[in-house]
């Protein structure tokens, strides 16, 4: 062997050795959370409300306060996501409106989240007096979605090919006829996909909704959208940080709830990822 | 030809959307200016800024960020230290060494860790992180800077890794061809060709990754021990620009000078982030060209 493949030959084994480093700590992680967290988990966990301080009982409420968190910065941020998102890869000329537009979509995906959360604090929460609830949260965890959701749905848009629109709009119809039935029937795959991955991060977090949504104890469900709700992330960084005694079980099956329930919806949009692509037709 | 009002409804609505994108930078840049401003009405600008004490709830209070200033620095740049080998070297392997069967699952296992919420890294941190850390390094709490260096350095991986690695192979492949031609083997095409190629697009996934760590909230929190004190090592416990907003703002009184020095903290995470981006966009237009 020559030097130079000697030297390649390291190199490589050295970048094969990163990439293990990288790799072990995550699987790692995964299987501590799951190892603890299956044993923990029971019905009575997932179905009953929190008692005795929290330390016994079960979770019930705080994933239906996620849930509904979900719905709701869903049914928020996808009309105005999908529809940015039209406007600059159907209808935008490149001037600079849409130059502001696009900065702002990265710059709306920098923003700390804990910034998103004093944002939605002072805009919702007090000038718009909707009091901490759903609401509140869920306009802001839908703010924050949007540069995902409107990154998907532009990578969605252009990758339906031009001659679909080309021929609809030869054919006599409008522009909004031609992105209503020839494109985005077509980029629909691309858009679930990159909203589901959306939401699941918005599931994950913790801080939009500290001041915006989340209560600390509520042992039932809410009744309207201007409740507050328990949320399990929040319900996790509570339980592991701000309750003494805390039994360290009720912790785990909670960190394992919370992610199942973050994976399961990473599956969905893989799932649904994989079953548009074997059906794609050009 | 004239449009149905129908279809004049939905185009404004579209152009709407647009705009609203736009309107909520602007407004959150607002909302936090409008509450910072407060602020700087009794306590000077280079106070806040250079101040070395953060005591809000003593009298007189004084709001100084440097403490909190210089623990998310000391954080970011640790965490950045140890991602940025290690995301730049699993992109390497990922584009150009790594057999397609093995480049599917680690790309799947970096998803996986994109997914993980950072409150669970968190609770791992307190779980088992900072015990661990406490033992190997004789530190009288394991909550300490370097904890949450080490996890930040994690959420940071997936985004610098797969920006990286589009960087990577997004180098065209006639530059590929040539160095092959020219006998070069596959190591001196990758570090001494395609690396530089990509050299723009692989700071902008580092600009980003650098970003998400200085914004990034509840690990923190958590892991940091939590004292606004100016930090002198990164194994003292210490506090983030972050942090303080999270755990300060449920104890504040509204329209209290507490409360507008939060506002101006999150004024200045919005400046920095907005400069980090930029900076990256930048870099990443450039690396498209």
């Known amino acids: 062997m020559t030097a130079a493949k000697i030297r390649q030959t390291v190199a490589f084994a050295i970048l094969g ?18 190892k603890n967290g299956i044993s923990a988990v029971s019905w009575e966990f997932i179905s009953q409300n929190p008692r005795n301080g929290m330390k016994e009982g079960g979770i019930f409420p705080a994933i239906i306060g996620t849930m509904l968190l979900i719905t709701g910065t869903m049914i928020c941020s996808l009309p105005v996501g999908i529809l940015s998102a039209v406007y600059l890869v ?5 001037n600079l409106f849409t130059r502001l537009i696009k900065l702002s979509v990265v710059n709306l995906s920098g923003i700390p989240s804990i910034v998103y959360g004093l944002f939605g604090f002072t805009l919702f929460v007090m000038f718009f007096k909707f009091g901490t609830s759903i609401l509140a949260g869920s306009l802001t965890l839908a703010i924050m979605s949007l540069p995902v959701i409107v990154t998907a749905t532009k990578e969605a848009l252009e990758s339906v090919p031009a001659t679909f629109r080309e021929v609809s709009l030869s054919l006599g119809a409008s522009k909004w006829q031609t992105t209503r039935y020839c494109v985005l029937p077509y980029a629909m795959p691309g858009i679930l996909t990159g909203t589901v991955l959306s939401l699941s991060r918005a599931a994950g977090e913790t801080a939009p909704i500290l001041f915006t949504a989340a209560a600390f104890f509520l ?4 009744h309207s959208i201007s409740d507050q709700v328990m949320a399990l992330p929040y319900h996790l960084y509570v339980i592991s940080t701000q309750v003494p005694n805390m039994p360290v079980e009720i912790s785990f099956a909670t960190a394992f709830v919370l992610i199942a329930l973050v994976f399961l919806m990473n599956i969905v949009s893989i799932v649904l990822r994989a079953h548009y692509r074997k059906k794609k037709i050009w | 030809m004239r449009k149905r009002p129908s279809e004049f409804i939905i185009e404004l609505c579209i152009r709407l959307s647009g705009f609203l994108v736009i309107a909520f930078v602007f407004l959150i840049f607002l909302f936090l200016l409008k509450d910072a401003l ?9 106070s806040f800024l250079f101040g070395k004490n953060w005591l809000p709830v003593s009298d007189p209070a004084s709001f100084g960020i440097m403490p909190l200033f210089l623990g998310s620095l000391y954080v970011t740049i640790a965490a950045i230290a140890i991602s940025v080998p290690l995301g730049v070297g699993t992109a390497m392997f990922i584009a150009e060494v790594a ?3 093995i480049k599917g699952v680690l790309k799947s296992l970096v998803e996986i860790l994109a997914a993980i919420p950072s409150v669970v890294l968190g609770f791992i941190g307190i779980i088992w992180l900072g015990p661990f850390m406490r033992n190997t390094f004789h530190l009288s709490t ?3 800077g370097l904890t949450g260096s080490l996890l ?16 990577l192979v997004g180098v065209p492949r006639s530059y590929r061809e040539a160095a092959t031609g020219l006998g070069a083997t596959r190591w001196q095409t990758l570090w001494r060709i395609i690396l530089p190629a990509a050299s723009s697009g692989i700071i902008a996934a580092v600009m980003l990754g650098i970003g998400r760590v200085i914004g990034e909230t509840m690990v923190v929190m958590m892991v940091t021990g939590n004292a606004p004190v100016m930090p002198t090592s990164i194994l003292q416990p210490l506090r983030t620009l972050t942090a ?3 755990g300060e703002m449920g104890e504040t009184v509204r329209g209290s000078e507490h409360y507008f020095a939060l506002f101006a903290v999150g004024l200045i995470l919005f400046i920095i982030t907005f400069i980090i981006n930029i900076f990256a966009e930048l870099c990443a237009h450039r690396n498209r060209k």
């Not at chain 1, 293990?20 to 995550?26: A, D, E, G, Q, T």
């Not at chain 2, 407060?38 to 280079?46: D, K, P, T």
């Open chain 2, 152 to 167: 930040l350095a994690f959420m940071a991986l997936p985004t610098i890794i797969s920006m990286s690695e589009d960087a």
């Open chain 2, 99 to 101: 057999p397609k069967s």
């Open chain 2, 38 to 46: 407060s602020l700087f009405a009794s306590h000077s600008v280079g």
């Open chain 1, 17 to 34: 050795l990163i990439a293990f480093l990288v790799v072990v700590p995550i699987v790692l992680i995964i299987a501590y959370i799951f």
């Open chain 1, 219 to 222: 042992p039932r469900l809410p």
């Open chain 1, 90 to 94: 159907e209808y935008a000329k490149d």
């Open chain 2, 142 to 144: 394991g909550m300490c």
């Open chain 2, 244 to 246: 303080t907003i999270a």
